[in-house]
């Protein structure tokens, strides 16, 4: 099969043969919306970074393959100064990198090569930009399209390079109701969540409440910034302007369930979540410290998935980025998302970070063996020497 690979500034200027696969992108809900992927842009990625979507087709029946929207930019941590080309993904790894494939192809590695050869290339069709790197992210361990994707770079002829991206702790909940998951928690978090919820509603003053939007958006958004700067949590990551933008742009979309804990009026606990595509995710959580004796977290979370698996009915629950302890109490499942890191051979950025990040790798362990053993001044030298080749 011959391919033709073209570009297109936006989801909108795909021709209407395009839907079949549109939907597919959009199937993740809130994630594959055209709004989150100008969210990411401006509130995410580097101002200067740009998107556009790429599509591959049958060259000769003009049959759609492969839809995926990348962005094209300068500001990689991993790789400064180099021209990357990117997943259009969140850094929480709210769903999986964005790539459609036709269901009936036999071989999606290879139109997704195609695309990767053109993009090598520098073919002026896809707007002639040149690359360094190919950083593609999230994808769960064991998936299909993590093995698609090594299989396209390695026929495009670029190495690459698996990396460790996160770990997060879910639960599979499809037809699951609130008490069947409760009756299957510890006995110890069973009675905590219990025994706080019955101390809070004995003082008078407790108000739990779930906002979706309307009226009382912009109160409960004012009642969640009012937690988040009584916290432990850093400011920038509970009310940075990504995440405010985010909050707007779930409740416009009907996925926002902002979950708020007052007592006696007072906000002192609060949730951010977001339902997509039947799965609750959990984008931010914090409570006031003055009232930390009290457990109010451990209140408002058990408010929340009783929400969400009674009313909403979700198939899972995601409880976010991190290893965090509590998390294990409320979630009995685990995994870990990897992205891939590929170099092109035809720049000098390229071969220098694949030098870097592949052929470094050996040079790193065996100067890692050496300081282990090394004497106390000769160590410190060694460790200078093993910071300067990772960056």
Known sequence: MRFSVRRFEDL?????????????????????????????MRGVFDPADRWAVYTVEDAASGRPLLLTPLR?????????GAWVIGSMSHPENYAEAGFAFDPALEQPEDAAAALFLQLRRGDPVLGGIRFDLIRLWPMTDHTELGDILKLALLQAGLRFQVYAN????????????????????????????????????????????????????????GDYISVAGASWKAPSSMISEDILMAIRLAAARGALRLGLLRLHGKPVAAQFWIVSAGIAHCARLAYDEGHKAAAPGVVLTDFMIAQLLDVDQVGAIDFGVGAEDYKRGWMKEDRYYFGLLAFNPDTWRGRWHALRHIGGQPLKRWLMAVRDSAAPPVKRRLKALLGAVRR
């Open 12 to 40: 909108e200027s795909l021709p209407p043969a395009w839907s079949g696969l549109r939907r597919q992108l959009a199937a993740v809900g809130l994630f594959g919306d055209p709004a989150w992927y100008e969210l990411l």
């Open 72 to 80: 094209h930019g300068r500001n990689d941590p991993a790789a400064r």
């Open 166 to 221: 996160s770990f997060n702790r879910y639960e599979t909940t499809t037809g699951q109701r609130y008490d069947d998951y409760f009756a299957q928690r510890s006995a110890n978090l069973r009675y905590s969540a219990r025994r706080r919820r019955r101390a809070l509603e004995k003082t008078g003053g407790l108000a739990l409440d779930l906002v979706r939007g309307g009226d009382g958006l912009e109160r409960a958004i």
